[in-house]
């Protein structure tokens, strides 16, 4: 099957995740990883770089990062420097739209002087300028244009800034981790870390492990403990990544890499939103609002330049990190690889109090060159079947699912305070949010927070961030078999599992109770 790309920086990303994968499942990746800019790059003429060579430099570093990047460097997004240096240079420019007009509002605006007429045009000395932006707001012809980096207009929380060689820098005490700048960068110059080879290596320590046993004795891994599986969590927004397959046939696929079994983060929504339904009715009597704590670049982003808000924030774990501690539960020996579109993700599984819960992030774009490097055809695949949530825990994939399910379980048991929540459609509208919050301004008694437009299905490693999304996610949901989050999660033992981050708490309480609280740095 010939994949389709959304844009050829997509495709050439793919390129290098599905060799290094090839290499990685025959276990010769360090012998492969030479040769693998001569395939993805094959020349003479080069692409759209200067010449074939630059290109394969830029490819090795993306082999780099796809081996999991600079390990000095926290930040799991890194700028490839070599990648980095097609953009236009100076922000604002004269157009053949200037007028050279008498009254020169321009260079009245500009408070460095920066502006000066030759010839009856404005001319901007770059030198001087300091990218303020007033000679664009005060031109009557609209002749000044902002031809800012594609990557500083995506990150809506300043993380990024252009150093003396004119390469993009992130600020890691801005960064939130969302990876806009990932998916807007038009050249690929900035990308995120993978642990496509990590996984890679545990599915094949399964396999041996299984193909090993002896029929007298317990099977165990390499490392001499028991047989270890390895779980794949799907984020519900998978329902709009794969459309030429079934979510079953997806399954499939996924099982067929080596998974021992598949199982939906929308069942840790359900336990969340169960859950955050009690710590509501607490939080709203307490102090007045409460935020949501699933997007880890929300709450970043509350941490980094909102940190008198903590307070606020639902002291729940993540969906993926609830779901993966239920399967721990179950299974200690088991390995939990989480898929979906979040960059941030890979960051939250590092967190001290987070630790050791999801072992892995996969991003769905990683997934499909796992998928192809393999040859594995999921429309010829048979459907298997997934592990059931409801309808409120799939819709958490999309701006107010959140909203929703909480809303649900709230109208079921009304406490005193009626449920009045505000929607953020992206990290802009969150600011503006917790902004009125930190002011006493706001009306509203809850935030659901997503850092990225649309939810999780615009996250930056999506494979299709399209407008049918949202309705494909609507459409997932209601295929779900049990009408609530009670239904859906019937038939687990919840009383093992901690949903908060809180250590003091005793352990043997249930679920619902044990958690610890995800507002920790």
């Keep these: 099957m010939m994949r389709k790309f959304e844009n050829h920086v997509q495709e050439m990303k793919y390129e290098v995740l599905k060799e290094v994968s090839r290499a990685a499942f025959q276990g010769n990746l360090e012998e492969a990883i030479p040769s693998i800019p001569f395939r993805t790059d094959p ?11 630059k290109e394969r430099v830029i490819t090795m570093d993306r082999i780099r990062l796809a081996l999991g990047g600079d390990k000095k460097n926290p930040n799991i997004i890194e700028v490839i420097d070599e990648a980095c240096d097609e953009c236009t240079i100076n922000r604002f420019i004269i157009t053949e739209a200037c007028r050279g007009c008498l009254a020169h509002r321009c260079t009245g605006a500009c408070p460095v002087n920066a502006i000066s007429i030759i010839g009856f045009k404005a001319v901007i000395d770059q030198e001087k300028c300091i990218e303020c932006g007033k000679c664009k707001e005060s031109c009557p012809y609209n002749a000044v244009a902002d031809v800012m980096r594609p990557c500083r207009r995506a990150c809506e929380v300043g993380a990024l800034s252009i150093d003396e060689q004119k390469k993009a820098v992130i600020d890691e005490e801005k960064c939130i981790r969302c990876g806009a700048c990932v998916y807007q960068c038009p050249f690929g110059a900035i990308m995120d870390k993978s642990s496509i080879n990590d996984v890679i290596k545990i599915l094949k320590e399964s396999k041996v492990s299984k193909t090993s046993q002896n029929a007298n004795e317990p099977t165990k891994s390499k490392n001499g403990n028991k047989e270890m599986k390895v779980y794949a969590i799907i984020a519900p927004s998978i329902s709009s990544q794969f459309t030429y397959a079934s979510i079953g046939q997806v399954i499939g696929g ?14 840790g929504a359900d336990m969340v939103a169960l859950e955050e339904a009690r710590e509501y009715r607490k939080v709203v009597g307490d102090i007045g609002t409460m935020t949501s704590s699933c997007c880890p670049a929300f709450v970043d982003h509350v941490y980094k330049v909102y940190p008198e808000l903590k307070k606020h924030l639902s002291s729940l774990v993540s969906p993926m990190i609830a779901i993966s501690r239920l399967i721990k539960s179950m299974d200690p020996e088991g390995k939990v690889v989480f898929v979906g579109p979040c960059t941030a993700k890979k960051e939250e599984i590092q967190k001290k109090d987070l630790k050791g819960s999801t072992d892995f992030v996969l991003t769905f774009e990683e997934l499909a060159a796992m998928l192809d490097s393999q040859d594995i055809a999921l429309d010829q695949l048979e459907e298997s079947p997934l592990d059931n949530a409801s309808f409120y825990g799939r819709i958490f994939a999309r701006s107010g699912g959140l909203t929703k399910a909480l809303g649900k379980l709230l109208e079921e048991e009304p406490g005193e305070s009626p449920f009045n929540p505000i929607t953020c459609d992206g990290i802009l509208e969150c600011d503006k949010a917790l902004k009125r919050l930190k002011f006493r301004r706001l009306e509203h008694n809850f935030i659901e927070g997503m850092a990225c437009k649309g939810g999780c299905i615009g996250g930056a ?4 961030h399209g407008p049918k999304d949202k309705s494909a996610v609507d459409k997932y949901g209601k295929m779900a ?10 038939v687990f033992d919840l009383q093992s599992v901690e949903y908060h981050r809180d250590h003091q708490i005793n352990a043997a309480q249930s679920i619902l109770k044990d958690a610890v609280s995800v507002n920790t740095e």
């Design 43 to 53: 020349g003479p003429s080069p692409r759209i770089r200067c010449c074939i060579h």
């Design 254 to 267: 996924i099982k067929t890499l080596g998974f021992h079994d598949v199982i939906e983060v929308a069942l």
């Design 461 to 464: 490693a999506s494979l299709s």
């Design 481 to 490: 078999l049990e009408p609530n989050q009670q239904e859906s999660l019937r």
